[in-house]
């Protein structure tokens, strides 16, 4: 069922009206005031299921102008299913233009991964989060939660990595891994590996954070600091893979693991299809001259 | 109009032809067909014959229009056909590896020997209204593109390539211990795997639903990668007693959702992701899929993880999740009572009498 | 005779903690009520009574955890500094509380995190204070098992594997780590065999003495609280009927109530 472009007439520029577009920019705007403090804000049903970005439709739907161009990205890539679908959702209710280049893009949806060329303060990158609450997992209940993140009553969070390296020697958390925000609000930085983590330090774009069917907005204003929790004699290390990427022979990036057969075969390719893309195409280039 | 219980029998009689009336609906309109439920309802039939538990596309469109659409209803229904139904065989177990995929998707891995196939689904449908389709014109949709039919190919499951590496634990093998009956044994509690998976497979969507979506959300967290969700046709084989070998009778279609959850290890044991698992009749992904969740959940106890959630808690899960005993429960509150509410209200009014005389004994005393 | 006397100088400059007034109530019933004292340094006061005395309600109005109806705490910092407990900021209060004061449970599923190691459990306040070296940490774990009779290699198990006084001990432990002034303990001794409670007692004299910790303890037990209190209140109804040396309340009980309690007890 792809929507015909007459089933959308009528609708408002980005789907959302514009006391809810309004809505949105405050709670946004708060959250940039407080980096790393979720904001509540009322969110709306949209016309994709709950768990599917909606938070980051609705922040990106907020934010968005006729001038922008969009890239949408999931696991990486501007080709997986979601991906596809969510741009092809602006592009039908706002009229963008969508790229898959990022150093073309203004706007950077993502779900899961941050892109692997730096980004700059003409950009901003929205994330799609399923669960915003890192304390979720120590405690269930939002009030006791709340209450924890008022009082910056942390201690639990190093319980669990505690634990991680009592029973397994090391810290087992490998994506969703818990960041403190300019030194006072620990944030879950969305399921992003924690590969990425790092370059959410000091990022100089802004990084917003949209939670639709939890309804909370969150934000990492440009060149704020970002740590991942962890221990001075355990400290914080990213994933590596003794392969490069059989495509562009990268040994940098995130890789995707690729079953070949049911024999155990393996390939690792770059989760980032446009990082990728380029690398190969500049070495074909070379190839060439 | 409400009449006394006592000599209501035409009353009933009423009622039901009432209610034969309004499921026909306005009598200038076509009467359904059991073939348009088929063909058209497709979800619904599948649905009703999970939880119904009986395989007959025929059968269970029958009962959707004869529950006029109600889905417990017509559940209840095919329930009640097949607690008449003779025992005729036990077919051997199915084997999904050897499945006709005509869905299959991993959200662990981005390509697999046999690869993604989308198949026929809503996931990345846009949800807006389609008023193309109340116009009802008799006209096809556009015929998709169909990859070629692979004819007699296995395509290995998610977790059996993960088995190779020793990356996930080993199904248990079947032991000795016949597989238990629901159908033919009660319910009886610690219920082994085999017991609860198979209460959970005719368990209400509905419910299982809500239970998994709170292990979602920390109330006794799994977490969940969505393997594989596989759904296509399986041959059904059974083996007659005279012949002693299987022999094909035929072919379902079932919807298998393997769920690779949080991995258990210790310093003496290597770490392995632990599985879930689900399955329906036809097409029923979400429902696989709140099944393998909650199926991993109660799996808590063997595991040796704290017992804190209520989807971990196997009394609370299976006791409530068929909606035939739960709709048939809750709706009993519209039976008479009158014999018990008599007696409470004696009660509350001598209860009543009591107090005030003490009220107005205090009263004077004041 | 409990500790060294020599601890609990009244000749300091100021009590630890005063209280003046102190009351909670449940609507028109009453939980505890006109409660003063002064506790100091090193000493260890005991609160005795049947249960329904109110001596629960009392301490958890003491330690921050029930709001009082009336009536006024104040304690005197580690800085020296004199704060209102309850006027206090939530979140200073939730700091002294985390810093200074250490709370026993009866039961020790209220005081532990039965799904954490025995490791983590001693270690989370370490953490929370901003210990940040898993190795220091873990020292400081092991230490304080041995020093509270816990094997070092149950270091890695789960607090629901251990016996009920091993629980209570860890529980111990976890609140002696970050070497608070001031605890708080119900029953401590409740529900455990007697021969199990004789050692835990004995082990909370040591450490107390040790530590020179200032406790408030409730039980109704009148041998716990001859063993380890130097002062008794005994409460009935909800107020303090009569509040003097242990010795004395005991060997001569004065309020009818207390002469009551005292000769309901077995004389060993």
């Given amino acids: 069922m792809r929507p015909s472009d007459d089933t959308l007439a009528g609708y408002n520029f980005a789907y959302l009206d514009e006391q809810t577009k309004r809505m949105i920019r405050r709670a946004i705007l708060k959250a940039v005031a407080i980096p790393g403090y979720q904001v509540p804000f009322a969110g709306r049903e949209m016309p994709l299921p709950y768990g599917w970005g909606t938070g980051g439709i609705q922040v990106t739907a907020s934010i968005i102008g006729p001038d922008d161009t969009l890239k949408v990205i999931d696991q990486g890539a501007d080709d997986t299913t979601n991906a596809v679908s969510i741009r092809r959702f602006f592009a039908t209710v706002a009229d963008v233009a969508t790229t898959e280049k990022t150093t073309e893009a203004t706007v950077i949806q993502t779900r899961h991964r941050i892109p692997e060329k730096p980004l700059t303060e003409d950009q901003i990158l929205v994330y799609q989060v399923p669960i915003p609450e890192p304390l979720r997992w120590m405690e269930a209940r939002e009030t006791e939660t709340r209450k924890m993140h008022a009082l910056e009553d942390y201690g639990v969070m190093h319980v669990k990595l505690y634990e991680d390296i009592a029973h397994l020697g090391r810290i087992a958390t490998s994506y969703d891994y818990p960041v403190k925000v300019n030194g006072r609000y620990v944030m879950a930085p969305s399921p992003i590996p924690k590969f990425d983590n790092p370059k959410m330090d000091r990022m100089p774009a802004l990084q917003l954070f949209g939670a639709g069917r939890e309804k909370r907005i969150y934000a990492v204003p440009p060149y704020t600091r970002v740590d991942s929790l962890d221990f001075e004699d355990h400290p914080f290390e990213v994933q590596t893979w003794d392969h490069a990427c059989a495509l562009c022979g990268s040994t940098e990036s995130y890789l995707d693991e690729v079953v070949i057969d049911d024999q155990g075969g393996r390939m690792y390719v770059c989760s980032d299809t446009d990082f990728c893309g380029d690398r190969q195409a500049a070495q074909a280039q070379e190839a060439a001259e | ?366 | ?268």
């Fill in chain 2, 1 to 366: 109009m409400y009449v006394a219980v006592k000599g209501g029998e035409r009353a009933i009689d009423n009622a039901h032809r009432l209610l034969d009336h309004e499921r026909r609906g306005d009598a200038a309109v076509p009467e359904l067909s059991l073939a348009q439920i088929k063909e058209q309802m497709t979800l619904a039939v599948d649905r009703v014959m999970t939880e119904g538990s009986l395989y007959d596309r025929d059968l269970a469109a029958l009962a959707i229009k004869q529950a006029r659409g109600d889905l417990m209803e017509a559940i209840f229904l095919l329930r009640a056909y097949r607690t008449t139904l003779p025992r005729l065989a036990v077919s051997e177990p199915i084997d999904t590896a050897r499945m006709t995929v005509r869905r299959r998707i991993s959200a662990t891995y981005k390509d697999l020997p046999g690869g993604q196939v989308l198949g026929p689904t809503f996931d990345y449908t846009h949800r807006l209204l389609d008023f193309r389709l109340a116009a009802e014109t008799d006209a096809p949709p556009p015929e998709p593109e169909r990859a070629e039919a692979r004819q007699d190919e296995t395509v290995p499951r998610v977790t059996d390539l993960l088995n190779h590496e020793g990356l996930i634990e080993h199904e248990r093998p079947a032991d000795a211990a016949p597989v238990g009956d629901i159908t033919r044994e009660p319910l009886s509690f610690p219920a082994g795997r085999d017991v609860r998976l198979q209460t959970l497979a005719r368990g209400d969507e509905g419910w299982l639903l809500g239970l998994a979506y709170s292990t979602q959300r920390g109330y006794g967290r799994t977490h969940p990668f969505a393997g594989e969700i596989r759904m296509g046709e399986v041959a059904v084989e059974i083996v007659p007693e005279e012949l002693g070998f299987a022999i094909d009778i035929g072919e379902v279609t079932v919807t298998e959702c393997q769920m690779i959850n949080q991995f258990k290890g210790s310093k003496a044991a290597p770490p392995q992701f632990t599985r879930g698992y689900g399955l329906t009749f036809g097409h029923g992904e979400r429902k696989a899929m709140a099944m393998a969740l909650v199926d991993r959940s109660l799996r808590a106890e063997d595991l040796g993880e704290d017992l804190v959630a209520p989807a971990q808690d196997q009394e609370f899960v299976l006791s409530h999740c068929d909606n035939v005993e739960a709709s048939g429960f809750v709706q009993h509150l519209k039976l008479p009572h009158y014999v018990d509410f008599q007696g409470e209200l004696v009660t509350v009014r001598t209860l009543r009498k009591d107090h005030d005389k003490r009220q107005e004994a205090a009263d004077a005393a004041e």
């Fill in chain 3, 1 to 268: 005779m409990p500790f060294d006397q020599n601890t609990a100088t009244p000749g300091d400059e100021r009590p630890l903690l005063r209280v003046a007034g102190l009351a909670r109530h449940y609507g028109d019933r009453i939980g505890c009520t006109d409660v003063s004292f002064d506790l100091w340094p090193g000493e260890v006061l005991g609160i005795v009574g049947e249960s329904g005395s109110g001596k629960t309600t009392l301490l958890n109005t003491l330690s921050a955890r029930l709001d009082p109806t009336a009536g006024r705490i104040e304690y005197q910092t580690r800085d020296g500094e004199v704060v209102d407990v309850y006027g206090l900021s939530e979140p200073r209060r939730r700091m002294l509380v985390r810093t200074e004061w250490g709370i026993v449970h009866q039961n020790p599923r209220d005081g532990l995190r039965m799904a954490v190691s025995a490791g983590a459990n001693i270690g989370e306040r370490l953490m929370a204070l901003g210990a940040r070296h898993y190795g220091g940490i873990r020292d400081q774990a092991i230490d304080w098992m041995g020093r509270v009779e816990i094997k070092e290699e149950r270091v890695d198990d789960l607090p629901r594997t251990f016996s009920g006084g091993m629980q209570q001990r860890l529980q111990i432990a976890r609140n002696l780590v970050t070497g608070p002034r001031l605890m708080f303990m119900d029953e401590p001794t409740g529900g455990l065999d007697v021969s199990v409670q004789a050692r835990l007692l004995d082990l909370l004299r040591t450490l107390v003495g040790e530590m020179g910790l200032s406790v408030i303890l409730v039980t109704h037990d009148l041998a716990v609280a001859r063993l380890l209190a130097h002062r008794l209140m005994v409460m009935k109804d909800g107020r303090v009927v009569e509040h003097g040396l242990t010795d004395q309340v005991l060997d001569d009980p004065h309020h009818p109530y207390t002469q009551l309690l005292v000769s309901s007890v077995l004389q060993v």
